[in-house]
């Protein structure tokens, strides 16, 4: 049986940003990227010098693990990385939603996997020109024909600055049956060091403003929760 | 022609709170409430005292401010209060969808207008005991009757003691098919009154941690986004 590569598992707690922003969450964080973004923030899910610390897995351990911490009481569960669609999750939400469980998967939209049909929740965040990297248009369209079936598909836009957000406006033009959510970056990614709230307000206040000045009232705004209440720290 | 009871409209901004958290929002708040909760954050809309601030508004006049702020591009229009269900909005409603805008509406649930059902969004919002009102819950149910046909239906509760939490678990379980948004208490609403956001993250944390001990995966948990941002200033 093949395994999966996992960096953590760990909740339940709430999700900090986009569709499912305040819904109880167990995450399921996979190991490997395709990417690698100048600010992510989640390098010790990417970057291959943290590959001793992912866990080879079996599907069967990782559903003990997620109804351990759940309890055994349906909640939903959160595959992201890394990119999760490197891996096969398609026993995983099999077994999970046999037992009232929703899935939903977050991924960049580079790779498309058969399984995204099965999900609850499919959030696509193609990456803008601050993270360094470039989007494959035509492998993006592929993960939405390959999520057709899926409950709810949304895309979701990191913006750091202007560039940023004339791409996000020019980019979801050619979607404009896709929910939109657009997110302040967060510059300061080291578990080390504390955020600062003001400076993350004043982030995502200058998107509010600006778009509301543009009168672009498609997307949704919303901050990382998370990163308000916890900063950078992991597991929660 | 009826007039309307304005306290205020502004926007566009984003919504802070509950089930449309983050969508660009047009506010219309009605004067006038039949509740008169102990922590109510928008006594300039129900306290009589300010009767003489409000405006006596035509659907034509109300209209023609939404499409000035929102320069006549489509967006959710937020009735909200004081209690917005004492009054008439069919018109305005009628009047705004028929230009692709969306109506959400957000009321305590005792008072049932037929209107409900043209709504994009109703959120109803039964006050727990630390409001100093009780629910009457057959006036709640009607409204829920109402409101067939509207494309949304939800449940949204403050909760700022374990008096409010164990309230809402009760209250909760007779609507399980309801979705459900729980929301920390602001226990400062003086607008010249700085708030205190570690106080606010603090009554969040608190909130996430109890639910997420007791195993209650139903709710969504949600801050008042627009108090940790702009603090209890009027028109954001």
């Known amino acids: 049986m ?18 499912l922003i305040g819904e109880p969450t167990v995450f399921v964080r996979t190991g490997g990227c395709d990417y690698r973004c100048s600010w992510c923030d ?30 055994g009481r349906p909640l939903t569960v959160s595959l992201s990385g890394g990119n999760p669609a490197i891996q096969d999750f398609t026993a995983l939400i099999a077994l999970g939603q046999a037992q009232g469980y929703r899935f939903a998967c977050e991924t960049q939209g580079s790779i498309a996997k058969p ?17 360094g990297e470039s989007v494959d248009w035509p492998a993006f369209d592929a993960c939405l024909s390959a999520a057709k079936g899926a ?52 982030r995502l206040l200058w998107l509010v403003d600006k778009t509301m000045a543009d009168g672009w009232f498609a997307p949704r705004i919303l901050p990382q929760l998370h990163v308000l209440l916890w900063g950078n720290k992991r597991g929660v």
């Open 2 to 19: 093949s395994r999966l590569r996992i960096a953590e598992i760990f909740g339940p707690t709430i999700q900090g940003e986009g569709a």
């Open 42 to 71: 989640s390098l010790h899910a990417v970057d291959p010098a943290h590959r001793h610390l992912w866990q080879a897995m079996t599907t069967d351990a990782v559903w003990a693990e997620i109804t351990r911490l759940s309890r």
């Open 115 to 131: 399984w995204f049909a099965q999900l609850d929740t499919l959030v696509l965040s193609p990456k803008p020109p601050s993270s």
């Open 151 to 202: 409950a709810q598909i949304v895309m979701k836009i990191v913006i750091f600055d202007e560039t940023d957000y004339a791409w996000a406006r020019a980019a979801t033009d050619r979607y404009p049956a896709l929910p939109l959510y657009l997110q302040p970056g967060n510059p300061e990614v080291d578990p080390a060091t504390p955020v600062n709230p003001q400076d993350l307000s004043d």
